[in-house]
Each structure stands twice: as C-alpha cells, then as structure tokens.
C-alpha cells in the first residue's frame, strides 16, 4: 500500500507529530498556529504528562498546580480513563450520528441527574467545551420562556467570564472580550456580583427571563460571594419567575470539595452548565443540565425539538470519558479529597499572607480552587516587573521553581492554582515554600 508520505509530501503521521523535536514544534506552531499567545507566554514544550507532573524537552520536570485550568480533574493521563477510553473503541461502539439511540451518552446523563443538585437536574443537553455549553444554555433559557409576556432579557453579573464565542461573551461581564463583536446580543443587563439587594432589585422589575451567575467566579478572580448570595439568589429566581442558571464549567466536578460548588448551600439552580473536569483532561465536553420543566418548555414539542441539534452532540467518547472521570472521582474519594487538601492550601497560603501583608492582598477560595490576589508594584518598577506582585511570583513559579500556575483572565492582579484533585500534600507544600520564596526575591528587586 502506498505511504502517505507518497502522497502528500510533508505530511506528518501521528507517530512523526509524537517525536517532533521543540524547534520544529515551535516553527509549525509560529506558521500555523496562533503565535502571539506562544511567544508572549514563553511557551514550554512538554514532552510527557502524567499525574500531576509534566516533563518538558529538556527532561525537567514540572508540577502541574493548574491543570489546563480546571480541567484535569483526575490528572493527566489518567491511566483509568484511558482505559475506559479504550474499552469503548475494542467494543466498537456506535459513536456517533443523529439517527439512532446512544447508550453511553444516556448513561452518563442519567448518571448525572443521580447527581446533580437534589437529584433534580434531569435533562441534559451537550456540547463540546465551556462556551458551546453556554450558548446551549442560552437558546433553553429563551426557547423555555418564549411565551412569558415582558420578559426579555437576561441578567448576568459585572466580571463574570463564561467563555469567548458571541454569545457567551454578551452575558460575560467583560467589555474586553467583547470587542468587535458588536452588536452582541442586547438582551443582557449586570448587576455587581454578589450582592444580593442589586439582585433583586433586577429581577423585581420582571424583564428578566433568566439569571447567569458563577458560584464563585473564576476569571473574574476567584471571587467567593458571601455566604447566602446563591440561596438568596435561588429565592429571588423564584419569586419573580427568572430561571437560575449556573455556570460550573470552573467550579464543578468536586473541585470545590463538594460535587457542586452550590451544594456548599443546598442551592439547586434551575439549569447548571458543566464542562471542564468531566472530560479526563483527554476529550472536548461540556454541557448543561437542568429541571424537567425547563427543558420541556423549550424542547419538549414536535416544533421546537429539533431547534437544536449538532452533529457532535451526545457524542460516545465524551461521554465515556465523563462517565470515567466521574467513577474514578468518587471511586478514589477526590471530593473529600479536594476539600481536605483545599482547607490545608488555602490555610497555608493565608499564612504567608500575616508574613507578607503587603504583597498579598487577599486568599480566596474553597477547596481547590483557590486566588491569590496581590497588591501593586510600586510604579518605578512596573516597567521591569509587571503591574501587580502577581507578575513576577507567577514568572518565578513557572521558571525557576518550575510550578504551572496561571492569572485569571479577568483579573490581572490574582494568580491561581486549580490543581488536579490528585495533588499530594507534600506537592502543596512545595508550592507553598517556592511561593514564599517568589514573594521575597520580588521584594528585594522591587526596592533597590
Ligand atoms: C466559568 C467559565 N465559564 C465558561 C468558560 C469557557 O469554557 P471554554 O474555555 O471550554 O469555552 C470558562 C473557561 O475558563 C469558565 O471558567
């Protein structure tokens, strides 16, 4: 049989792609590839990923606190999800088409209404990454409220960050990101986040048909509303007939040391979207699910059923990988895990914070998924070092102590660490120290 090679000259297969040296690597990505993203963040070049270490092309290693943001859930390369990856491919399973059942994708849904919030949650609709979830979200919320008279538009809160297609970033609260894409949709007012009273006054008005919010807003900074906001929140949704809608694409999947971050207050939303930790960190996911109710009102006619379909929907190797992180998840006790790991972290870091009261500003979180916000350089030293002290701690973590952390996109001053649930104490402790170590060569530079 003739090679590719023969045919196509240049092409590379999957076993060339697998042992491209870093230069190549580098030119294809530069030509091909979006390179300012690379150059600006001095990319590295990982060679192997596994658990919670990565190995780059010179054979250093480094450890992973930030797990493709949030999405490693179950580490990387989780030998478990592989396998069951695998298991789907050596039955040959129908993966994929719009025209017949699909087993695993309706075993997965149905083991997410098990547990979703309450148990309540019992429709699903999919989607392959974050912002296609929430595009999803947003055609159920307006199809679902399409007969209800004045209600017109959707509220969302000031700093949120739901994903960069158009839609998800006309309920992001996000000017930045809206850029040339006006008109975005116009349906859509903020209210500050987290406070309870601009809620309601909102939703009193009765235009609003829907309200998207984040547990704990991830971009925006690891903001951690005060306690009661969501439960308020699910009163209000309720009182003036708004469907709740949150976002768990970063805080979901037990990252925040419960299945959902709501759970901390036994909210239950009438549509949560997920993405992220369900994918293994191996396959594009993410969706929504939501009440009966909701989802009958929007698709449940022979007219509106077929408003949206995508060929990848309920796609079987997605699935699986959900159904597998999930089990390996609760199977290996992460939930308790993150939350455990997350107290001791978070604690840790707030003690730094008594040392060095004025670099860090404030450490937020809950279980793993925990902000360290931090106060400005003096404005003799930007130029060299960044505008907040989160600048040059980050660099010294990924450079020199060799520790994947990353800024929140919508906050410049906090930094964060999203680690795979599977982190080990002594690795937090690494993190910790190499932090503290960061923290007193950005003082000794900033006051020469
Ligand atoms: C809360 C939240 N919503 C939506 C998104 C968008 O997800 P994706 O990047 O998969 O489109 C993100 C991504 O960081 C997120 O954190």
């Known amino acids: 049989m003739p090679k590719i090679e023969d045919k196509v000259k240049g092409f590379y297969t999957v076993d060339d792609a697998i042992a491209l040296d870093y230069e190549t690597t580098q030119a294809l990505q530069f030509k091909h590839l979006n390179k300012t993203r690379t150059i600006l963040g001095g990319s590295k070049y990982f060679v192997k990923a596994d658990g919670t270490k990565f190995i780059d092309h010179e054979g250093r290693e480094h450890l992973d606190m930030i797990g493709a943001v949030g999405v490693v859930t179950v580490g990387n390369n989780n030998e478990f999800v592989w396998g069951e990856l695998e298991k789907v491919f050596r039955s040959k399973q129908y993966m994929m088409g719009a025209v017949a059942y699909h087993n695993i994708a309706a075993a997965f849904a149905h083991n997410m209404a098990l547990l979703s919030p309450g148990g ?35 509220l969302a809160c000031e700093g949120a960050f739901h994903g960069k297609t158009t839609g998800a970033v006309s309920v992001g609260g996000k000017e930045k990101w809206r850029m040339s894409q006006h008109p975005t949709m116009e349906m859509v007012d903020w209210v500050p986040y987290g406070d309870a009273e601009a809620l309601e006054r909102a939703l009193a008005t009765g235009r609003y048909l829907a309200f998207y919010t984040e547990p704990i807003q991830g971009e925006g900074g690891i903001i951690v509303p005060p306690e009661g906001y969501l439960k308020k929140a699910r009163e209000f949704c309720t009182r003036y007939d ?19 971050c709501v759970d901390h207050e036994n909210v239950v939303p009438d549509v949560l979207v997920f993405a992220k930790g369900f994918s293994g960190g191996l396959v594009p996911f993410g969706g929504y699910i939501c009440r009966e109710e909701v989802y009958e009102a929007a698709y449940g006619s022979a007219e509106t059923c077929f408003h949206h379909t995508a060929t990848y929907q309920e796609n079987g190797l997605s699935a699986a990988a959900g159904i597998a992180s999930l089990e390996y998840i609760m199977e290996n006790d992460l939930i308790e895990a993150a939350a455990a790991k997350g107290d001791y972290f978070i604690g840790k870091l707030r003690e730094l914070r008594e040392r060095y009261p004025g670099i860090i500003r404030e450490v937020r979180g809950k279980g793993l998924m925990i902000g360290m916000e931090f106060y400005e350089i003096p404005d003799q030293y930007k130029e060299g070092y960044g505008d907040y002290y989160a600048d ?30 599977i982190v080990e104490k002594e690795e ?8 503290e170590l960061a923290i007193q060569d950005a003082i000794e530079r900033t006051s020469r």
């Not at 974050?130 to 055609?139: M, N, P, Y």
């Not at 800024?407 to 964060?416: E, K, Q, S, Y």
Request: proline share 5%.
């Open 120 to 154: 309540q949650l019992t429709k699903m609709g999919t989607a392959t990454g974050g912002a296609e979830a929430i595009e999803g979200s947003i055609k159920l919320v307006k199809l679902a409220s399409r007969n209800k008279p004045g209600k017109e538009k959707i």
């Open 242 to 260: 708004v469907i709740f809608t949150v976002d768990e694409i970063q805080s979901g999947c037990g990252r925040t040391g419960r299945m959902w």
């Open 428 to 435: 937090i402790d690494y993190t910790v120290e190499s932090v």
């Open 392 to 421: 040059p701690v980050n660099n010294d973590l990924v450079e020199k102590y060799r520790i994947q952390v990353n800024h929140t996109i919508n906050n410049p001053a906090v930094f964060r660490f999203l680690p795979p649930l």
